[in-house]
């Protein structure tokens, strides 16, 4: 009669069998789930696009910013702008302007 053999592993291979499972079962998990995984796709779209509507915004409010300080500049400042600026700074006005408050 012929024995048969039962195939045992060792220990420490079925142990460095197991760490490379989890090993992957975690990366797998990461790729999915993770911050920068499958299911986040869409959650950074949404925010790359909110992100880009803010520069724009930022962009167009910083140009606005910019053409008013070239307007102030000492050596040919535009009259209207300074005027405006006293007036409102200084609630100052001419005696034959009507001043309306702002509520």
Known sequence: MKRRRHNLRL???SLTQTAALLALLFLGAMGLAG???LLAWSENARMLEQRQKEVTQLTAERDHLRNRVNLLDPRH???DLVGE???SNL???HPD???IPHQ
Do not use: I
Request: glycine share 6%; proline share 17%; hydrophobic share 40%.
């Open 11 to 13: 220990p420490k291979e």
């Open 91 to 93: 609630n100052v006005a």
């Open 85 to 87: 600026l006293l007036r």
């Open 35 to 37: 911050p920068s995984g």
């Open 97 to 99: 302007e009507l001043v």
């Open 77 to 79: 400042a535009d009259p």
